[in-house]
T-cell receptor, first 115, second 114 residues
Framework: DAGITQSPRYKITETGRQVTLMCHQTWSHSYMFWYRQDLGHGLRLIYYSAAADITDKGEVPDGYVVSRSKTENFPLTLESATRSQTSVYFC??????????????FGEGSWLTVV | GENVGLHLPTLSVQEGDNSIINCAYSNSASDYFIWYKQESGKGPQFIIDIRSNMDKRQGQRVTVLLNKTVKHLSLQIAATQPGDSAVYFCAENMRSGGSYIPTFGRGTSLIVHP
C-alpha cells in the first residue's frame, strides 16, 4: 500500500526559478490538498482539488499553480520562487464527502529552500 | 525582543501522567473536527475525530471533548508515553461551497519526560 508520496523530499532552488513539487496517491481519493507549514503559522491551505480537472484556491494561493489532469496526481508549481516560499509543503488526500470517517492522509512533506 | 508568536504552545508532562491539549476553533458552523499528531520530520497523522452532534468520543488512550457553546475542543491522552511527544493539531472541516475544507490550528507541542 504505497499511499501518498511526495517528491522531491528536499530541494534547494534559486530565487526566480520554477519549481514543481509532485504528489501521487494510490487510493483513488477524490480530494487532494496542498498545505505549507511555517513556524508560527501551522498548516495553511494553498490549493485543493475535489476531483480531476477541478481545483480551488485555499488561504495562501499567490505564487502557486496546480493542476489535476489525473485523479492520482496533484503537482504544485512555484512559477518564480521567492524566499518567502521557503517552507515545508505537505500534500494530502481524502475520500469524497468528508464527514465522519473521511480521514485526511498526509504525505511525508517536501522541504523547499529558496536562496 | 522575542516574538512569542513564533513559538508553539508547549505542554510538558511526566511519563504516566494524563495530558490535556486544548484548541479553540473559529467557525460555529463547522460540523466535523479532527486531531492530528505530527512527529518531527513527518507528516501529520490522524488520531481521532468527532462530529458536532457529539460532545465526547473515546479511542485507545485518547478522548476528544467538544464544547460547541464556547467553540472549544480538547484532546486527552491517558498515561502519556515518551512516544506521544509530538506536535498536536486540531482541525475543523469548514464548508466551502459544496466541499469541506480542513482548516488547522497552530498546534501544541507535547513533551513527555521519562
Amino acid at each position: 500500500d504505497a499511499g501518498i508520496t511526495q517528491s522531491p523530499r528536499y530541494k534547494i532552488t534559486e530565487t526566480g526559478r520554477q519549481v514543481t513539487l509532485m504528489c501521487h496517491q494510490t487510493w483513488s481519493h477524490s480530494y487532494m490538498f496542498w498545505y505549507r507549514q511555517d513556524l508560527g503559522h501551522g498548516l495553511r491551505l494553498i490549493y485543493y482539488s475535489a476531483a480531476a480537472d477541478i481545483t480551488d484556491k485555499g488561504e495562501v494561493p499567490d505564487g502557486y499553480v496546480v493542476s489535476r489532469s489525473k485523479t492520482e496526481n496533484f503537482p504544485l508549481t512555484l512559477e518564480s520562487a521567492t524566499r518567502s516560499q521557503t517552507s515545508v509543503y505537505f500534500c494530502a488526500s481524502a475520500r469524497e464527502k468528508p464527514l465522519s470517517g473521511n480521514t485526511i492522509y498526509f504525505g511525508e512533506g517536501s522541504w523547499l529552500t529558496v536562496v | 525582543g522575542e516574538n512569542v508568536g513564533l513559538h508553539l504552545p508547549t505542554l510538558s508532562v511526566q511519563e504516566g501522567d494524563n495530558s490535556i491539549i486544548n484548541c479553540a476553533y473559529s467557525n460555529s458552523a463547522s460540523d466535523y473536527f479532527i486531531w492530528y499528531k505530527q512527529e518531527s520530520g513527518k507528516g501529520p497523522q490522524f488520531i481521532i475525530d468527532i462530529r458536532s452532534n457529539m460532545d465526547k468520543r473515546q479511542g485507545q488512550r485518547v478522548t476528544v471533548l467538544l464544547n460547541k457553546t464556547v467553540k472549544h475542543l480538547s484532546l486527552q491522552i491517558a498515561a502519556t508515553q515518551p512516544g506521544d511527544s509530538a506536535v498536536y493539531f486540531c482541525a475543523e472541516n469548514m464548508r466551502s461551497g459544496g466541499s469541506y475544507i480542513p482548516t488547522f490550528g497552530r498546534g501544541t507541542s507535547l513533551i513527555v519526560h521519562p
